[in-house]
């Protein structure tokens, strides 16, 4: 199959979590949730390359950076928005890859990716032409809400799904979109917006990503079972 690398923004100032530090630097297991996000890449061998995507490289940021791994290479061009981000990185690399490399784009947040989740993805994906998503069915009930905060309709969940990463686009494609629909909110929408139907791919609600604090301890839950479980206890 074609080289997959991977674009993980990590620039962001994660405002909603209000932690003493960005939230993809606060510790999960005494170890940056950051660091937890780029281990689950560099043990994959069909990942040639990993770019975190900061402000400043890690140096400049006063960071421990334990990865001497060369598959692993910082780049320091976080734009304000998660898409100026990713547009920046592509930018950055095209003159690197091919635009028919794969690219999946992961949130630096998402800790709890299990490799059975990234398998599925890239073996579906492979030879698809255009690309895809993690993604979960909604099995909750959806309530729209009116101006008093109270409900204003119940909403039909049929069909419904709730976007996960990683998402896996050509690097030509993904760029393109991404130029051309700057305020996307992910790279699926992109790739939506230019007129594409990405494909969902199954993926799990152990994949959560970090919001709020209380979030890193059902993280670190998810890891320790899954620890475990690797350990035969």
Not at 190 to 216: C, F, H, Q
Request: aromatic share 6%; glycine share 6%; charged share 15%.
């Amino acid at each position: 199959m074609s080289p997959c690398v991977v674009i993980i923004p990590a620039g962001g100032s994660g405002s909603r979590f209000g932690g003493p530090v960005p939230k993809q630097f606060s510790l999960l297991g005494g170890v940056p949730l950051l660091h937890h996000t780029l281990r689950i890449f560099e043990a994959h061998p069909h990942i040639f390359k990993i770019y975190p995507v900061l402000s400043a490289l890690p140096e400049a940021l006063g960071l421990a950076w334990p990865f001497a791994s060369a598959r692993i290479q910082p780049l320091a061009c976080a734009g304000p928005t998660r898409a100026q981000t990713v547009l920046n990185a592509l930018q950055s690399l095209q003159p690197l890859h091919a635009p028919d490399t794969w690219v999946l784009v992961h949130d630096a947040a998402r800790p709890c990716l299990s490799r059975s989740a990234l398998d599925r993805l890239i073996r579906t994906l492979q030879d698809d032409p255009l690309g895809g998503l993690l993604a979960v069915p909604l099995s909750d009930t959806l309530k729209r809400q009116n101006d008093q905060t109270c409900v204003a309709t119940t909403l039909d969940r049929t069909g419904l799904w709730a976007a996960q990463t990683p998402q896996m686009f050509r690097l030509g494609s993904l760029l393109e979109a991404l130029r051309a629909h700057p305020a996307a909110t992910d790279e699926s929408s992109a790739l939506e917006a230019s007129g594409y139907a990405p494909r969902l791919v199954m993926g799990e609600t152990t994949n959560l990503k970090i919001t709020w604090p209380a979030d890193l301890k059902l993280a670190q839950a998810i890891l320790e079972v899954r620890d475990a479980h690797r350990s035969g206890i």
